[in-house]
């Protein structure tokens, strides 16, 4: 029996939107932390940096380790 059929959910970006805002500025699901100049530590996400950063996927897919200090 060959079926066919396609799942189509309507609330998906503003659910995403939603998760997104509530849980990327809380540390505890962070897995990175971040130093600049002003040695304050800001707390990230590895899978949102290394989407839009090749050198950070790089350097995360070399080092396993959670809670890298950049």
């Known amino acids: 029996m060959d079926s066919q059929f396609a799942l189509k959910y309507d609330e998906h970006s503003p659910v995403l939107e939603k998760m997104m805002n509530e849980n990327l500025n809380k540390s505890h699901f962070a897995d990175v932390i ?3 100049e002003d040695q304050i530590p800001f ?3 590895r899978f ?3 989407i839009q950063s090749s050198v950070l996927r790089d350097l995360f897919l070399s080092n396993q ?6």
């Open 65 to 70: 380790k959670k809670n890298n200090l950049l």
């Open 43 to 45: 707390h990230g996400h």
């Open 34 to 36: 971040l130093i600049g």
């Open 48 to 50: 949102v940096l290394g």
